[in-house]
């Protein structure tokens, strides 16, 4: 099992400009979750979609930020316009119903 | 590796020690709780797990307790390890797929 798949590792972009992050849940996993991890706040969820619909979005910070999920096996999030005080690790990860959350890598997003 | 938080508390142990990790928890009506590990570049990874009608839980080296009195949680490892360096995460929900995570704690390990 590979685990939660997250690309890129690391993005290094400048402000203003589209980020997209990617995110690949493992096999058989129904329900998928975005956070954002700062040193201020912490870990954060920033949406939640179950059997790839989105539940609960409450957490994306403005319409600056979206996501989505095609299909079970690949979500987005995505950053249009970005902005420096966006930079964060952003995690995907998924789990089967209410059991643990298997967390992905992470992304390191650095806004300049 | 992705910076988690310059700030956190940090608990030094010496290798071979036992180390004990707080957490402290509001909502009462939690009723699931995680440990997670995060090592430096890495995503939180679980640990093990413990529900409300448990007092104590014990994993290889790890014992989790929960104290619904006080809501307050504790991660034990025994024999502390270098491996073990990393911050480590108390997480809690109410049934739901909505955890609240606490802010962590930093684990080095003196050799």
């Known amino acids: 099992d590979a685990g939660v798949i997250q690309s890129p590792r690391h993005e290094v972009t400048e402000m203003g400009q589209e980020v997209t992050l990617r995110c690949k849940p493992i096999s058989g996993h129904n329900s998928l979750f975005w956070y954002r991890q700062t040193m201020m706040r912490g870990l954060e969820l920033l949406i939640y979609f179950n059997n790839n619909v989105p539940i609960d979005d409450s957490g994306m910070p403005e319409d600056r930020f979206s996501a989505k999920m095609p299909n079970a096996s690949f979500s987005t999030l995505k950053i249009q316009p970005s902005e420096p005080r966006d930079s964060a690790v952003y995690f995907c990860?998924?789990?089967?119903?209410?059991?643990?959350?298997?967390f992905g890598p992470g992304t390191r997003l650095t806004v300049t | 590796g992705e910076s988690v938080g310059l700030h956190l508390p940090t608990l030094s142990v010496q290798e071979g020690d036992n180390s004990i990790i707080n957490c402290a928890y509001s909502n009462s009506a939690s009723d699931y709780f995680i440990w997670y590990k995060q090592e430096s570049g890495k995503g939180p990874q679980f640990i093990i797990d413990?529900?409300?009608?448990?007092d104590k839980r014990q994993g290889q080296r790890v014992t989790v307790l929960l104290n619904k009195t006080v809501k307050h949680l504790s991660l034990q490892i025994a024999a502390t390890q270098p491996g073990d360096s990393a911050v480590y995460f108390c997480a809690g929900t109410s049934g739901t797929y909505k955890y609240i995570f606490g802010t962590g704690t930093r684990l080095k390990v003196l050799a």
């Open positions: 413990i529900r409300s009608n448990m």
């Open positions: 990860a998924s789990s089967f119903g209410a059991e643990e959350q298997y």
